[in-house]
T-cell receptor, first 117, second 112 residues
Framework: EAGVVQSPRYKIIEKKQPVAFWCNPISGHNTLYWYRQNLGQGPELLIRYENEEAVDDSQLPKDRFSAERLKGVDSTLKIQPAELGDSAVYLC?????WGIGGTDTQYFGPGTRLTVL | DAKTTQPNSMESNEEEPVHLPCNHSTISGTDYIHWYRQLPSQGPEYVIHGLTSNVNNRMASLAIAEDRKSSTLILHRATLRDAAVYYCILRRFSGNTGKLIFGQGTTLQVKP
C-alpha cells in the first residue's frame, strides 16, 4: 500500500515569492493534517481536515498561509508571500479517522524542505 | 495539554535492549500515551500507544507505571535502523481538540 505522498521534496525560493506544497494521503483516509517542523524541534500542527472541512486551523497563520482539500482527497498548502522564518520542513499526515478514543494512528509523508533566501 | 519530559539523548549498543523513559506527572485519566519516532530525513512514524495497561506490538513494548505518571518504551533488541528521535506524547480528547503535541523527544544513538 502506498504511503502519504508529498511533492516537491525540496524547494528553494526568494523571500516574498509564493510557494505551494502538495499532499496525497493514504487511500481511504478521511483525516488529513499539515505540520511544520523547524530545525531541531518536533512537528507542530498547522491544520486538520475532516474530509473537505478544515476543523482545526487555529495554528495556521492566516495572513499568509492557506490550505485546501478539494474533494476530500489531495490537499495543497500555500504560502504567499514567503518570509525568511518560513524555512522549515512541511509534513503532511493522514489517518483513517480522527479521535476513536485516542487510537487513530497518523501516517506521515517524507515532508517538503523549504528554504527561503 | 499535559506535558511530557524525556532525556535529550541516549546511547545503546546494537542488539541490546533499550529503555526510553518518559515522565508525565500531570497526566489525566483520559490521556492516551503515544510514541512516535522520526528517522533522519523522514516523517514521524507511529510506534505504539496505551492508556493504562502495558502494550506490546511488533516494534516495541510500552510499560506504563501503575500511577500513570511515567512510562517506558522498550526496544527489545536495538538495531542500527532504530537510531531516531523518539517522541512521547499525551493525547487528551475534549471537544475538537486532541492533537498530537510533539516535544523535542529523545535522540537515540545505536552503536555497532
Amino acid at each position: 500500500e502506498a504511503g502519504v505522498v508529498q511533492s516537491p521534496r525540496y524547494k528553494i525560493i526568494e523571500k516574498k515569492q509564493p510557494v505551494a506544497f502538495w499532499c496525497n494521503p493514504i487511500s481511504g483516509h478521511n483525516t488529513l493534517y499539515w505540520y511544520r517542523q523547524n530545525l531541531g524541534q518536533g512537528p507542530e500542527l498547522l491544520i486538520r481536515y475532516e474530509n473537505e472541512e478544515a476543523v482545526d486551523d487555529s495554528q495556521l497563520p492566516k495572513d499568509r498561509f492557506s490550505a485546501e482539500r478539494l474533494k476530500g482527497v489531495d490537499s495543497t498548502l500555500k504560502i504567499q508571500p514567503a518570509e525568511l522564518g518560513d524555512s522549515a520542513v512541511y509534513l503532511c499526515a493522514s489517518s483513517l479517522m480522527w479521535g476513536i478514543g485516542g487510537t487513530d494512528t497518523q501516517y506521515f509523508g517524507p515532508g517538503t524542505r523549504l528554504t527561503v533566501l | 495539554d499535559a506535558k511530557t519530559t524525556q532525556p535529550n539523548s541516549m546511547e545503546s549498543n546494537e542488539e541490546e535492549p533499550v529503555h526510553l523513559p518518559c515522565n508525565h506527572s500531570t497526566i489525566s485519566g483520559t490521556d492516551y500515551i503515544h510514541w512516535y519516532r522520526q528517522l533522519p530525513s523522514q516523517g514521524p512514524e507511529y510506534v505504539i500507544h496505551g492508556l493504562t495497561s502495558n502494550v506490546n506490538n511488533r516494534m516495541a513494548s510500552l510499560a506504563i507505571a501503575e500511577d500513570r505518571k511515567s512510562s517506558t518504551l522498550i526496544l527489545h533488541r536495538a538495531t542500527l535502523r532504530d537510531a531516531a528521535v523518539y517522541y512521547c506524547i499525551l493525547r487528551r480528547f475534549s471537544g475538537n481538540t486532541g492533537k498530537l503535541i510533539f516535544g523535542q523527544g529523545t535522540t537515540l544513538q545505536v552503536k555497532p
